[in-house]
């Protein structure tokens, strides 16, 4: 149980494009998700809360008209880069927690963006 | 500020050895913490966590320990196999639904058969 799944495991665009990144929680409802940027080598940067039926949080420093985020369902939750440039050229991974008292956060498997 | 690290960036074992993988946090307040192992170019996998109530937790072939007078936690990997080669992170949280973990820097272990 607790499978988080992530579409597309990789894409390349044009810069000026946008990209839809999709983050599902398979067998679990989760009312919050959350987006990270991970560079090589690096750790896993938080870049947004995502609560269903409300809109995000962002963390500091990161551009809410850049990266638009949508948590439409207790299942579903999307990031759109808009307007990619190379610069945004990353891993992006989406988790999801079931809630509870833990609050144990479930992985998908990461997209990477590259931008030309 | 508030951040949860690691002690080395790297570690090297011998197929069979036990290996400790070592994270310092700073935040007092913390109550729950997670380690999580990330094989190249995939998401995190969830290993084993821990409450603050608790100084050892135990799963299959890993143990976790919480020393939370100098703030510290490790995760011991028992009869390391060259599988369980990756980059381990330790995650904090204050435990309530729907807060965002923070993440240490990482530590990348090497298994040589």
């Known amino acids: 149980g607790a499978v988080v799944s992530q579409h597309p495991s990789r894409v390349i665009c044009k810069s000026g494009t946008s990209v839809k990144i999709e983050c599902r929680s398979l067998?679990?409802?989760?009312?919050?998700m959350f987006w990270y940027r991970q560079f090589p080598k690096q750790s896993l940067m938080l870049m947004a809360t995502s609560n269903e039926g409300s809109k995000a949080t962002y963390e500091q420093g990161v551009e809410k008209d850049k990266f638009l985020i949508n948590h439409a369902s207790l299942t579903l939750s999307t990031l759109t880069v808009t307007s990619a440039h190379p610069e945004d050229s990353s891993f992006y991974i989406c988790s999801a927690s079931p809630g509870g008292r833990e609050n144990i956060q479930y992985f998908g498997a990461g997209t990477r963006l590259s931008v030309l | 500020g508030e951040s949860v690290g690691l002690h080395l960036p790297t570690l090297s074992v011998q197929e069979g050895d036990n290996s400790i993988i070592n994270c310092a946090y700073s935040n007092s307040a913390s109550d729950y913490f997670i380690w999580y192992k990330q094989e190249s170019g995939k998401g995190p996998q969830f290993i084993i966590d821990i409450r603050s109530n608790m100084d050892k937790r135990q799963g299959q072939r890993v143990t976790v320990l919480l020393n939370k007078t100098v703030k510290h936690l490790s995760l011991q990997i028992a009869a390391t196999q060259p599988g369980d080669s990756a980059v381990y992170f330790c995650a904090e949280n204050r435990g309530q639904a729907g807060t965002a973990l923070i993440f240490g820097k990482g530590t990348t272990l090497s298994v040589s058969s």
């Open positions: 067998d679990f409802q989760a009312t919050t």
